[in-house]
Structures are given as structure tokens and as C-alpha cells.
């Protein structure tokens, strides 16, 4: 570039000193923003969790402890066993494979006492399944005092189908 072609002047070094701040003041809004923007979905590593429970029922409350220690960010929403009831059953829970409580994770419905390990195979695989279920009160299951009596069947709700088991603790 020759030395012909290049403007110089009052308006242009005007022009340039405008650039470098803008350029500045976008570089540090850029940082700001980088430093409030929330984190992406694929490196968060929360899941958000709803649980609907009788607030007189002092396993769920392990049951939300055992969640949280595990990264899960639990909401919590009180209601009746009837109401836990039918909402198990709209979300498609069988009654007789229905838990004491019932929580929506990620589009899934995880009912009763399920293992974390179970809850997290089922974001992993993102399964096409309306979600997952334990069974019950068993002892021994997270949230629950006693010792385990035998083995712990969380059983894989289909959108179409029967249930099946989909993991064993």
C-alpha cells in the first residue's frame, strides 16, 4: 500500500481512536458476559429434579438428602399420597410398581426410591422410555433404614408396552 492511498487527518485518527475503544469496550463487555453467561447444558453436570412428596414421610426426606449429595438440584413439592398417586399413574407408573413419592427429571418420571445409578444410566442413555421406577418401601433402598433383603429391581417404563427390569441392585 503506497502512502497516497492512505488518509490522514483529523476526522481519521478520530475514527481510529473510536475504534480502539470500541473494540476495548467490547472486549470487556465480551469477558463480562463470558463471566455471567450461564454455563452450557453439556457441561453441566446438575440435573434439575422436581419430587412430589407426603411431607410426613421421613424417607423421602433421606431419599431428597441422598439426591442432592449425589448433584442433583432438587425442588420440592408437597402433596397428598392421593394426589402422589394419581400423578404416578398419569405419568404412567403401574400402581403396583409405584414408590412412596414421585419426581420428573430431564422429561423422565423416576418414582420411589430409584438408585442414583439408575437415574444417571437413564440421562446417559437418554432411553426412549417414559422413565424409571423401584417399587415400594423396600429396606435397604436410598432413603431407607434397614439392611437390603435380597435384590433391588428398578424396573424401565416403556411409552408402549409392559414393564421391564432396567437395572438390579
Do not use: W
Amino acid at each position: 500500500m503506497t502512502a497516497s492511498k492512505i488518509s490522514i487527518g483529523p476526522n481519521a485518527i478520530a475514527r481510529s481512536a473510536l475504534s480502539r475503544r470500541a473494540l476495548l469496550a467490547l472486549l470487556g463487555g465480551g469477558a463480562a458476559v463470558a463471566l455471567v453467561a450461564p454455563p452450557s447444558r453439556a457441561a453441566d453436570t446438575t440435573k434439575q429434579v422436581t419430587l412430589y412428596r407426603d411431607p410426613g414421610c421421613g424417607c423421602c426426606e433421606n431419599y431428597i438428602g441422598y439426591l442432592r449429595q449425589n448433584g442433583f438440584d432438587v425442588t420440592v413439592k408437597s402433596a397428598s399420597p392421593d394426589a402422589i398417586s394419581a400423578m404416578s399413574r398419569k405419568a404412567g407408573i403401574p400402581s403396583d410398581l409405584a414408590g412412596c413419592h414421585t419426581a420428573f427429571v430431564d422429561g423422565y418420571v423416576v418414582d420411589g426410591l430409584v438408585p442414583v445409578a439408575a437415574i444417571q444410566k437413564l440421562l446417559k442413555d437418554r432411553a426412549s422410555l417414559k422413565g424409571i421406577t423401584l417399587a415400594g418401601m423396600p429396606p435397604g433402598a436410598p432413603g431407607m433404614m434397614g439392611a437390603k433383603q435380597g435384590k433391588l429391581t428398578v424396573f424401565a417404563i416403556p411409552k408402549h408396552g409392559k414393564p421391564a427390569a432396567f437395572m438390579t441392585f
